[in-house]
C-alpha cells in the first residue's frame, strides 16, 4: 500500500484559467440578470427555476424532491422558497393520494402567469448579457463544452 503523499496533483494552467473563467462568468451573467429581474420588480432567478420545472410537468406538480433534482437548489433553501412561493399564491401543496404523508407542490395560474412575466424579462436579460457577446456559432461551441464537464 502507498503512502499519501504531500505533493499536490499538478494541475495544468490551462484548466485552472478555464475553471477559473467559468466562474467569473457564471458570477457576473448571473448578478446582471438577478439584477435585471430586481429592476423590473420582480423576484430572483431561484422563483422561476422553479416555477418553470412545475410549468413543465405533467399535471404542473412535482414532488420536492424532484424539484431538486431538477435545479441547483439545495433542500432546505429549496423548503424555504416553496413556503415563499405558496404565500404569494404561486404554487400550492397538496397531499399526496398514494400515502398521504408526501406533497406535491402545484403551480396555480398565477404562478404560470409570474413564471411568464420573468421570462419576458429573463429572456431579454440572457440576448443582452450572453447573445451580444457571442454569436451562434460561438454559442453552439460553449454550449458543446459545457455539456463535456456535466456528463
Not at 397531499?95 to 419576458?120: F, H, K, N, P, Y
Request: hydrophobic share 45%; glycine share 8%.
Amino acid at each position: 500500500m502507498s503512502e499519501p503523499t504531500d505533493t499536490p496533483c499538478p494541475v495544468p494552467a490551462s484548466i485552472t484559467a478555464a475553471w477559473i473563467g467559468l466562474m467569473r462568468a457564471q458570477r457576473i451573467v448571473l448578478a446582471a440578470i438577478e439584477a435585471d429581474l430586481k429592476a423590473a420588480g420582480l423576484p430572483p432567478l431561484g422563483w422561476y427555476d422553479v416555477l418553470l420545472e412545475l410549468a413543465r410537468a405533467p399535471e404542473g406538480r412535482l414532488r420536492p424532491f424532484e424539484i431538486e433534482k431538477r435545479t441547483l437548489l439545495t433542500q432546505y433553501n429549496l423548503s424555504r422558497l416553496i413556503d415563499r412561493l405558496e404565500g404569494k399564491g404561486l404554487v400550492q401543496k397538496e397531499l399526496s393520494g398514494e400515502d398521504g404523508r408526501g406533497r406535491w407542490v402545484v403551480i396555480t395560474q398565477d404562478g404560470r402567469a409570474m413564471q411568464a412575466r420573468m421570462w419576458t424579462v429573463y429572456s431579454r436579460a440572457l440576448s443582452d448579457h450572453v447573445g451580444r457577446k457571442l454569436d451562434a456559432s460561438s454559442a453552439d461551441a460553449l454550449a458543446g463544452l459545457l455539456a463535456k464537464l456535466t456528463d
